[in-house]
């Protein structure tokens, strides 16, 4: 057999068909980060160029242009120094190259904010990095600022870190353009400078991320009809999977939403009433175990491998209902019976998630029980969750 030697490539390892995962599987997702971050900032300052000599960064346009007549009649007339700071550099000495129009005679100097914001000495990888810092450590601002300090030998104060923040856009917007049409809804309670507030969020189970995530100062239905409607109106409507509050049920099935109630929470609320009956009448333990039995043959109902199966195993118990004990009588009659179809919708659709917790699970992510209530403003509370929102994307591969 000849063996043939394979070539790597000679040219930019930047070209889209020279990637190195190409040649190397075992490549890291950190490395692979990396090499995105190096090819995304050659991209960004394409239009300066920039150089050192003696520790000090020169920075000066490709091709300079007055900004007052828009000739390229222009010369270089002085220099001006500034300190930046950039994240991986430190705080590093520059001077910028100053211009002066010979058709006008307006003077300027190259404008820099490809490299750092307008009035600021940060650099924009400086702040994104920050920021990014800011969703691992939850917020805790003071951790990020030693964090920082111990990565760039930089002191930012954690108020700069929080004017960074609530500068922060939704960039998680609009990476999904269509979604499945399988929800869930819910509403996470968070205590904004003593009062509460409710953040409603809809979740696409099928591309696990978050449709829309607003945050209200009111949960009433009118609140709940608008978010719904607004977050849904150019997009598929097939499910909402909810938890077992009043309100839910006629708003989602008036926009158009079959209902699917969590089974989660049905399962909570009927250990809940077996309990509290079992408490009132001070069963003995035999009588205890026998509707301990019972309530475990309802459910089984909702093993059950098809709608249909359920059906006729629901329908069997009805035909015996005297026998069973009176708060088992009334959950068959009065929750489940009147709602066969929202309790085992699931049944009829494998693509309808029957619990909640996949939100559940994004809530605990994006906006912790233990930072909840420390926030001061809703800007303050949307930009930290956006930024959370932007690492969960990032982990489950959306819009990268």
Known sequence: M????????????????????YFSESLSEFELKQSEFVKKGKNC???LRQWFK????????????CPECYTKKVIKNNIKSRILYFYDHGEVNTEIQGYKCKKCGKTFHTNINEIVPENSNYSHDFIEKSLELVSYFYGYLRA????????????VSHQTIENWILKTKNLNKDKIKRFSGYYIFDVQWIKIKGDWHYRFTLFDTKFNSVVSDEIYSKENSKNIKDFLEKSTWNQEKITITTDLDDKYKPIIEKLGFKHQWCLFHAFKNINK???????ENELAEEEQDEIIRQKL??????????????????????SKINDFYRVIQE?????????????????????IDYTSNKLENYFHKTMP???????????????????????WDERNGIGF
């Open 273 to 279: 009433s077996v309990n509290r009956y079992i408490k």
């Open 331 to 351: 959950i068959m009659v009065d929750s489940i019976m009147p709602y066969f179809n929202t309790f085992f919708g699931f049944l009829k659709d494998e693509n």
């Open 54 to 65: 003696k520790d000090i960064l020169h920075i000066e346009m490709f091709k300079p242009v």
């Open 369 to 391: 029980r233990h930072i909840k209530k420390i926030i001061k403003t809703v800007d303050g509370v949307m930009a930290r969750i956006w930024l959370r929102t932007k690492l």
């Open 297 to 318: 043959e309802l459910f089984n109902l909702f093993s059950s491998k098809s709608f249909n199966a359920a059906r006729n195993k629901f329908d069997n118990m009805l």
């Open 2 to 21: 000849i063996k043939q030697k394979t070539i790597a490539p000679r040219f930019s390892m930047d070209e889209e068909q020279y990637k190195l995962s």
């Open 144 to 155: 990020v600022a030693s964090k920082v300090k111990k990565d760039t030998g930089i002191s």
């Open 45 to 47: 300052y394409k239009k």
